[in-house]
């Protein structure tokens, strides 16, 4: 019942000395190696915010030999946590923007993760691969179609020099779906006809500007609320969902139609995001699919994604219904310390594994919805990775003490997708 | 209709008529059965009562068209002149001067009149206390959609379609779909399971925009909300009920019945920021407020630009319903997935049972009046009464839902809520308007 297509396959090529003749060609880099077996990885921790730090207690506890050994982050106060918890010297804590390249630079690091604000994203990935780091990074991976190209080619690279990237999309490693997904992917539930996925939910953190604050440290120390640097929240949370459907289909959407809006969320403190979305994608053969997001207090929670078929239904984590019932009754290991172990695992193995691509793409169709629903514009994904000029990628020379004024909250009609032309893009499918 | 049509309707007659005296039915249906004359009532004087008594006319000679309400006198005038005006109905145009009636009871006034039919056109808000009004005084009905935009109108309805069914009376509903030859023929296969069990479905009317009409001299502002009526969630329901409705009846109509529950999320930007009409808005607060701009926003109207919800029906299957007005990509479809095909829910079925409707098409808007008029003469009455207000309140429903940030099921919406949004009509007089708040996202439910 169970394909073990891919398992085998990795089996085989481990004790085949085609493997190694492989990586040898594609020349490997020497923390690679070092990695390889029982060696110790040795972590440089690239923003050391909440989900960093949980990251890097993640990665701690789910290997031995593990170390943190650099620690980076734009703001001193962030960093002190992580550095006192794993007493990291002095001389290999780096504060500031361009503390990333300092951890980067210091060669003994052979992993680092990057969870600094999603906008930083691409660069810091890109620095990471250039300096033959493997990677693990938080999604999303970038909030603009010109981020996502670059975390595509530099996933490609990577996989050239023969490093890992696993990206914080912990469901992917989630014993319960990926055993859900592999019967999907068996035809348990027949053709995919229809799906949902949902991140509804109530308030989250918001950083209110402090005197003295210069624009961009109060937008990066309050980066949900800003596009440029969360994404907007149908990235910055959603994405998981939308990733999960993506997975089911196997496929990415050919099209999408979104709305959404700023509707109890609207001081100034909350930046230029939405506080919903509603979003339709488009998968091939026109099988279409419900999205929905919302950040608003008080109101109905709903995280979850739901596939139906033509011969039934699954909640993709566990259960199908209709003509093959099943239920996962297995282990339910945390999916953020799962993710750490294949990802140290594929290291040592010699066989990194690489998700830049794959959450990339689900990165982008976030980006899709959100502006779509800027917009309201219906629009397809070739249309848009290929002739929407939306760049939000920070400057290289981005300062703390920048200012850089919020632009306005979308509005339709007002807010203009970079590179459209109008009536050009209206395609049914 | 021919003239052997109306033969054919004459055994009819007397059968139905028969059982009509039995469930009590009052002197004036029966003069409508056979071919004689149909007496009508034109309620609501706008664009669209307009059109609806030009199409009702046209589905029958025996029409005589005899008495005419709205709110505004001007309204009611105008539209006698204009018929009379009409080479093509002016013969039939047999309105007295006392049988022109307005104000805030002109539906009280005209349902006591002769007439045998009334057809209804106002602003969706009043229309339950009217349809009410009509059926207790032994009239025959055409409502246009929706017929209320809040909880308490939804069950008013329901209410007097059951009264109408027990008195023999005719209601028929302005969601013209449901006429259509092509739909009813494609519907059958859909019900029959040509395409399987129904897992999922979309439903889109998202549009440009809507008018908006500013104060004419010597509205008092009640008045000029009923005028600007589709601005007020009060008043039109919000866009969700006052247009998508149509769409939202076709998803029902597939399900053969509403959704068992509803999630949605929305919200209000456009038209919150068009020039045009921040200006309009502009314009009428100076007129209500000795000269001043202050507190405009509120002569803005409250609905909403964009909602999307989604039902999840009975059997499980859960649909998107996608609504809104303004610039952007327009869509004003629907399509139904089942298990072994999918459809238009126009004239196509693709899949294992590919079918393409190739029979004569009608306009429905033309066709629901032809059904209506007929069935009332057959005696066998059509009732769409309990049906619109399921639909109706379908809409309503995705409407909270959005307004609220609330999950909850048809149930608690058709029992419990205690939604009720328009004054009473003995508070409907000259004076201040009726304004609410524009929905927060996360607004009590109620």
Known sequence: MVKKQKLTRRELLKSSALAAGTLALTGAVVPLAEARGSDTIRVGVIGCGGRGSGATHDCMNSS???????????????LQGLKKEFKVPNNRCFVGLDAYKKVLALDDVNLVILATPPGFRPKQFAAAIDSGKNVFMEKPVATCPAGIKMIIEVSQKAKEKGLAVVAG??????????????????????????????????????????PNQSDIEWQIRNWLYFTWLSGDHICEQHVHNIDVINWAFNNLPEQVHGLGGRQYRTGPEYGNIFDHFGVEFFYPNDVRTISMCRQIKGTTDNVSERVVGTKGSSDCCGAIDGENPWRYEGPNPNPYVVEHTDLIKSIRSGEPLNEGQRIAESTLCAIMGRESAYSRQQFNRSWFMNRCTLDLLPPDDLKL?????????????????PGLVQGARRRRG | MTASDKDKSKPKKIAAAGAAVLAGSVSHVVHAQGSGKIKVGLLGCGGRGNGALRQNMQADPGIEVIALADLFESQVRSTRDRLLRDDKFKDRVKIDDDHLFWGFDCHEKIAQCEADLLLMATAPAFRSRQLMAAIKAGKHVFTEKPVATDVAGCRQIMEASKLAKEKGL???????????????????????????????????????????RGAREGMSELEWQ????????????????????????????????????????????????????????????????????????????????????????????????????????QRYDEKIVGTKGTS???????????????????????????????????????????????????????????????TFNWSWLLNASKQDLVPKQEEMKPGPGTFRGIATGCDQLV
């Open chain 1, 401 to 417: 003490s920048d200012s850089k004024p919020v632009p306005p909250f979308a509005i339709p009609g007002k807010y203009e997708l």
């Open chain 1, 64 to 78: 031995k030999g593990v170390e943190i050994v650099a620690l980076a982050d734009a703001f001193g106060d962030r």
């Open chain 2, 170 to 212: 005719a209601i028929v509903c302005g969601t013209q779909r449901r006429h259509e030859f092509n739909r009813v023929e494609l519907m059958k296969r859909i019900h029959d399971g040509q395409i399987g069990e129904l897992v999922g479905g979309q439903c889109y009317w998202y549009g440009s925009g809507i008018w908006y």
């Open chain 2, 226 to 329: 009923c005028h600007n009526w589709y601005h007020f969630t009060w008043l039109s329901g919000d866009q969700i009920c006052e247009q998508h409705i149509h769409n939202i009846d076709v998803m029902n109509w597939c399900f053969n019945g509403p959704p068992a529950k509803f999630t949605a999320v929305g919200g209000r930007a456009w038209r919150s920021y068009i020039d045009s009409q921040i200006n309009s808005a502009k314009e009428v607060c100076r007129k209500y407020n000795n000269g001043s701009e202050e507190g405009w926003e509120k002569y803005n109207g409250n609905i909403w630009d964009h909602i999307f919800a989604e039902f999840e029906y009975p059997n499980g299957a859960r649909c998107l319903s996608f609504s809104g007005h303004s610039p952007g990509t």
């Open chain 2, 344 to 406: 238009d829910c126009n004239s196509s079925i693709f899949g294992e049972n590919p079918w393409k409707f190739d029979g004569e098409h009608v306009n429905g808007m033309d066709q629901e009046h032809i059904d209506l008029v007929k069935s009332i003469r057959s005696g066998n009455v059509l009732n769409e009464g309990q049906r619109i207000a399921e639909s109706t309140l379908t809409a309503i429903g995705a409407r909270i839902a959005a307004y609220t940030g609330r």
């Open chain 1, 169 to 210: 999309t912990q469901r992917r490693h989630e014993p319960k779906y990926v055993e859900t997904m592999k019967r999907i992917h068996d035809g348990a539930i027949g053709d995919i006809v229809s799906a949902q996925c949902y991140w509804n939910m109530g308030e989250l953190w918001v950083n209110r500007r402090q």
